[in-house]
């Protein structure tokens, strides 16, 4: 018996010399004939070392499989061999073999190599033979299925040879006779199709073999140094603990646990970095599927892979490659036409795939991109409706967005046929339940005619979470903060206005919206706490990535970041459950699984909607909203701050609110917050004396400062219809009547500047060079509160505005060339002409796409963000926050200068901007 | 590194087992696979769990599955007394409690002195059994554990 370390040791470096092989096979087959030596020379020195090893140890078929490869190597590395498809399919079995027989060293020399050895040596020995037996192939092609023969009879060399040449035919031959090959690919043992479709693709043979084997990784010395120098810290402050509490001193010891707190959260943060991988692994595999299916389905596909060197963690990496890579075929099967039909369109022949990862607002999101025939809504609405997934009134009154969303609806198959690659019915509602339980969402944008992309959003670690610990009866749960979208507390006075009953589902009533409601306890079975305590009512409203609703819970404890740990075999069938984490006590609470409840509990997406369409006709105008967080500063003194500029609300007792040279500010998180009392510079009322305020939380300057709301009272969405005369004063926007009372909206940032110039002594209008006019501004938007909020907020730093009440205003000034225009600042919603439709015509002209764009939005209208970046919109900034509007504008009009010296015949462009 | 629950059948060897009760009827596992014997019944329930799974412990910063033998070997559930212990054990690469009533002896067995396990031992299904030992007063039903932890209901 070989001893099992050394065996572990020769699978781990076994696995690393074939880790990238397959990918580079490809681009060995791609630049052929030419032969790139130094490329072929690496994969040698791989299969060379492997062969070696396994020689030494036993391994005689990995021995025998391997010397074969070589040996096909060498002939190429002394060019004594041109490579082609044939040779390169048949190298990339071998090593598909390879990488199964490393997998499962054990049984390596059960193995039966015959046939590759076999497909090898003909190349080796034959390769003058090979051209001459696979020259006349093509001719003969309805007699491919004789192919099936030669898997049966590997030995014999010549039926072989046809048997690789068959691949190339398969490229070569015209659209039209491609579904006659299917009976080819079939007949080879190992290469993708079989009856059971899509479970022996390529990609999962050698996945076993990757899972079976990863249990080390590799971390660079760098991370493995301050790993050493934390734990080095970690023993410092321990010791320092130590002392402190043998002597019985409480003085040091806040400074010992503050210094305990950093270097544990330094040690994650450092720990973590080990675990982080190069999503570029998974990536590898794609090449290689896009290669065969394509080749398979008789298409061009092209794959572009961008933002290999992302990193996520480990567990990630390994459990999203099968989400994956049914969503790469789907677009190979599914989105990239045929050549022919692609052509017919206008189109190249050759098809794109384009694969992207980048880190996006602290999550990693991945992009599937095709440039295919788009997906229909109308079909998929015509074919949901015929299966009863969707009813005809549903239908005709849902957004092509939504229609094409259906994708992921169970049991809906997009594909006009079943074929063998995907179309089975079961597909995308898999991904997106496989995606969701890794704490990420999926979601489709696709436009007919033009192409489909995927888009997965993925969070980039899962072994610790930020988690909210909450009470159900005398047990204690964990729900991910990522799926909590708000807490809401009901006083038990409110209670029959905000709970009510849709049929038999208890529903919260939520700024106009009706909630399904979770009643944990009841849901879960849990046993009931001794003594329940009658009050409020606690619900958390968590977003499962397909619905949203409140969990009804009996108490909210801490915000924790928990560390996951893996339940047993025994809970498989509990779906409602994530894992378990270990608390501060040392109890158990278990973790939520949202989108499992809400499987459970049948909460459907649509459910919302139907609501929400209920709530629509009951009266709501379609009005620009805003949502606004409303409270009173003294009682009866009524204020409204958008909510998009708020960071967050904080609850603070009065008495830890310190006065410093005159200055209010809260000691918070190690720092020094500034706070802002309104009735000290606006005409307001004087706060009462409370034990609790509300501070509300925003950025100004870079900087954070809060803003005392003594009682809030509701968050809502209300129509701009602001009266800006009456109470216009530095620090309000105006005011608005909202339930009978005049309420002031509260403008931060000239609050901030009325309470401390000192923040904005440095700034100056932009200085514009003699004899050019400052920049001037395109900027479109519907609502006249807004618009002139804009003009004025623009117009006081220097910039020249062109204001227009519609886009297609906009574009007929833009058409008119009686402007040069250096930025457009657009809203979305706008009647005649919106956003995206403004922003795709300009982008299209080569007049004006290099022109920026920058698109007003509230965060209501996040979602549409990523149609924004398809559109071209260049950045999106939030209406109301100033601060980051006019940075963003500088950036673009600054970038500009730098594109397009003003030195040139356009006179408009902007000077120098600091 | 998992533990084989099966024996091995030489006709000399011995193996020892550890013993204990669940109601009047006692029942031994390979001690080769029992990690340790603790008090630590503190257990919290986990909803939608198979009912013979009691739920889970922090055995010192892991989470372990701990199983109810009553209600497996088809036993009324019964009040946790002072004798009440679990029994930790290795399967699959998993650390699992078995929650016993009390704790006996570890005994010597020598693999002649196993006798195949009838279809019924004192109402355990014969499934569970791997063999049984008799001794002067008593009889020791010796666990399949596999079987055991395997019981779907």
């Not at chain 1, 074939?18 to 299969?47: K, S």
């Not at chain 1, 071998?94 to 199964?100: G, M, N, Q």
């Not at chain 1, 802002?676 to 501070?695: G, H, M, Q, S």
Request: aromatic share 4%; glycine share 6%; with cysteine.
């Amino acid at each position: 018996m070989i001893d099992q370390e050394l065996l572990g040791d020769f699978v781990v470096e076994a696995n690393e010399h074939l880790a990238n092989i397959e990918n580079q096979f490809l681009a060995i087959e791609e630049m052929a004939p030419e032969v790139d030596v130094d490329l072929v020379n690496q994969v040698f020195r791989a299969i060379h070392s492997i062969k070696g090893a396994a020689g030494f140890m036993g391994l005689v078929k990995v021995n025998e499989l391997g010397h074969n490869l070589e040996n096909v190597l060498n002939m190429l590395r002394n060019r004594e061999l041109t490579p082609d498809s044939a040779i390169v399919d048949v190298m990339l079995r071998a090593a598909d073999r390879l990488k199964s027989m490393i997998g499962e060293i054990e049984s390596s020399n059960d193995v039966d190599v015959s046939s590759h050895v076999a497909e090898l040596t003909a190349i080796a020995e034959g390769h003058a033979g090979d051209a001459t037996e696979g020259a006349p192939a093509p001719i003969e092609l309805p007699e491919m299925p004789a192919t099936a023969k030669a898997a049966l009879a590997p030995a014999a060399e010549l039926d072989d040879a046809a048997f690789c040449a068959a691949p190339v035919i398969e490229e070569a031959t015209s659209v039209a006779t491609a579904p006659s090959l299917t009976p080819a690919p079939v007949a080879k043992p190992e290469v993708p199709i079989t009856s059971t479709a899509a479970k022996t693709s390529p990609a999962e043979v050698a996945a076993p073999a990757a899972a079976n084997t990863d249990q080390s990784i590799r971390v660079s010395v760098g991370v493995l140094d301050s790993l050493m120098n934390l734990a080095g810290e970690l023993v410092l402050s321990r010791n320092q603990l130590l002392q402190a509490i043998s002597r019985d001193e409480r003085s040091g010891l806040e400074a010992i646990s503050a210094r305990v707190d950093q270097v544990t959260s330094e040690l994650q943060e450092a720990i973590m970095q080990t675990r982080m991988q190069q999503i570029g692994s998974v990536f590898g595999r794609f090449p290689r599927v896009v290669r065969d299916l394509s080749t398979k389905l008789a298409k061009n596909i092209d794959l572009v892979i961008e933002g290999k060197e992302v990193e996520v963690d480990k567990t990630i990496v390994e459990a999203i490659g099968d989400p994956l890579t049914h969503l790469v075929r789907n677009s190979v099967d599914h989105g990239v036409e045929l050549p022919a039909e692609r052509v017919a369109k206008g189109k190249p022949a050759k098809g794109t795939i384009t694969l992207r990862a980048f880190y996006q607002a602290g999550k990693v999101r991945i992009d599937i991109t095709d440039d295919g025939g788009g997906i229909d809504p109308q079909r998929l609405k015509d074919k949901a409706v015929s299966q009863g997934i969707l009813s005809p009134e549903r239908a005709a009154q849902m957004s092509d967005r939504d229609a094409v969303r259906l994708i992921f609806a169970p049991g809906l198959s997009t594909a006009k046929e079943v074929t063998d690659i995907s179309g089975r019915g079961v597909g995308m509602d898999v991904v997106r339940t496989n995606i969701t339980k890794l704490g990420g969402t999926v979601d489709v944008d696709s436009t007919i005619g033009v192409g489909t992309s995927i888009i997965v959003t993925l969070p980039l670690t899962l072994a610790i979470i930020p988690s909210l610990i909450v009470q159900v009866g005398v047990e204690r749960f964990a729900i991910p903060q990522v799926s909590i979208v708000e807490l809401v507390r009901i006083r038990e006075g409110e209670r029959t206005s905000r709970l009510g009953r849709v049929k038999d589902a208890e529903v919260l009533r939520l700024r106009g919206q009706l909630l399904p409601l979770i009643r944990l306890q009841e849901s879960l079975r849990c046993q009931a706490a001794d003594k329940v305590e009658p009050g409020a009512t606690n619900i958390i409203v968590v977003d499962s990535g397909q619905t949203r609703f409140g969990i009804v819970v009996d108490a909210l404890h801490d915000s924790e970041e928990i560390v996951v740990k893996p339940l047993g075999r025994h809970f498989k069938d509990c779906s409602c459950l994530a894992g378990a984490t270990i608390l501060g006590d040392g109890h158990i609470a278990l973790i939520l699984d949202i989108a499992g409840i809400a499987v459970k509990q049948e909460l459907r997406g649509d459910h919302k909607e139907e609501e929400n369409e209920d709530v629509n006709t009951g009266g709501v105008a379609e009005e620009e909203l805003q949502t606004v967080l409303l409270f009173e500063n003294a009682p009866h003194d009524h204020f409204a701050l958008p909510m998009d500029v708020i960071a967050r609300i904080e609850r603070v007792r009065t008495d830890q609110l310190d006065s410093v040279g005159g200055r209010e500010v809260l000691q918070y998180r190690n720092s020094t917050l500034t706070l802002l009392r309104l009735n000290n510079f606006i005409t307001a009322k004087p706060t009462l004396e409370l034990d609790w305020v509300y501070v509300v939380v925003f950025n100004v300057r870079g900087r954070e400062v809060g803003l005392i709301a003594p009682t809030l009272q509701d968050i809502r969405e209300v129509a701009m219809e602001v009266d800006t005369a009456t109470f216009k004063q530095p620090g309000v926007i105006g005011s608005l009547v909202i339930d009978e009372h005049t309420t002031r909206l509260i403008d931060l940032f000239e609050l901030a500047e009325v309470a401390h110039p000192e923040w904005y002594a440095d700034d100056q209008p932009i200085a514009v060079e003699e004899d050019y006019l400052p920049p001037l501004i395109l900027l479109a938007e519907d609502s006249g509160f807004f618009r002139n909020q804009v003009q004025k907020l623009f117009e006081m730093q220097g910039y020249r505005v062109e204001p227009c009440e519609d886009g297609l205003i906009a574009w007929e000034k833009l058409v008119s060339g009686e402007y040069d225009f250096d930025v457009l600042v657009t809203d979305i919603e706008m009647p005649n002409m919106n956003g995206f439709e403004l922003c795709t015509r300009l982008k299209a002209n080569t007049r004006w796409k290099d022109l920026p764009v920058i698109a007003l939005t509230s965060l209501a209208a996040a979602a549409d963000m990523q149609r924004g970046i398809d559109a071209g919109i260049d950045d999106y900034q939030i209406k109301m926050d100033k601060d980051k509007l006019l940075n963003s504008l500088r950036n673009f009009v600054d970038h500009k200068k730098k594109k397009a010296p003003p030195k040139r015949s356009r006179a408009l462009t902007s000077g120098g901007v600091q | 590194m998992t533990m084989v629950a099966e024996p091995k059948r030489t006709s000399t060897e011995v193996q020892q087992f550890a013993t204990f009760y669940v109601g009047q009827l006692l029942l031994g596992v390979d001690i080769n696979i029992v990690q340790e014997i603790n008090r630590q019944l503190q257990v919290t329930p986990v909803p939608g769990a198979p009912a013979h799974v009691r739920g889970v412990i922090n055995l010192r910063g892991e989470v372990a599955t701990v199983i109810d033998l009553r209600t497996v070997l088809g036993m009324a559930p019964a009040e946790e007394t002072r004798d009440t212990r679990n029994l930790i054990i290795h399967s699959q690469a998993e650390t699992i409690g078995l929650y016993v009533d009390r704790i006996s002896d570890i005994l010597t067995i020598s693999d002649d002195d196993i006798s195949p396990a009838p279809s019924n031992v004192n109402g355990v299904d014969g499934r569970f059994i791997l063999g049984v030992h008799t001794m002067d007063s008593d009889i020791v039903v010796l666990l399949d554990v596999e079987k055991v932890l395997a019981q779907q209901n």
